[in-house]
């Protein structure tokens, strides 16, 4: 188990309010966990900038009716099979499916997989969702 570690912190009156107001939003059990949850946060984002190893999700909302739409996702994610860790696809209605790639490699990487599948014509939504190995934060 890590060492735990005691610090304090000065911060105006009013900030600190804002804050216990989000931590109870949030439903954090106390400020040490909701500052822990934002230092893992920026962390995470330092790694997406960064060369790190990271992992995320893509999720996809198309029509499948749109033309060449099923090959293009197919083919987009056949090219970058090296960071495709594994795909679900979920048929929402008659039109509207809901694809998710679950991704892990370097974060260059992953965000052109996302971009390329983003772009596709007849992508309606696509998001990442930012995660990291865990391999770097405690």
């Known amino acids: 188990m890590s060492e735990l570690v005691r610090f304090g912190v000065s911060l105006e009156k009013a900030l ?7 931590i109870r939003e949030k439903q954090y ?5 909701a500052l822990r949850d934002l230092i893992r946060r920026e962390l995470v984002q330092k790694e997406w900038q ?22 293009m996702v197919t083919d987009t994610q056949h090219e970058f099979q090296q960071v ?12 509207n499916c809901l694809e998710i790639v679950a991704a892990r490699g ?12 983003r772009s596709i014509k007849g992508v309606r939504h696509a998001t990442l ?10």
Request: charged share 30%; glycine share 8%.
């Open 16 to 22: 600190l309010d804002r804050f216990d107001v989000l």
């Open 29 to 33: 059990t106390n400020r040490s966990e």
């Open 50 to 71: 960064g060369g790190s190893d990271v992992a995320g999700a893509i999720t996809l909302i198309y029509d499948h009716h749109k033309r060449d739409i099923l090959r």
């Open 84 to 95: 495709i860790i594994s795909t679900q696809h979920i048929h929402l209605d008659h039109h």
């Open 106 to 117: 370097k974060a260059g990487e992953v965000r052109k997989l996302a971009d390329a599948l």
């Open 129 to 138: 969702s930012m995660s990291s190995t865990g391999r770097e934060i405690e």
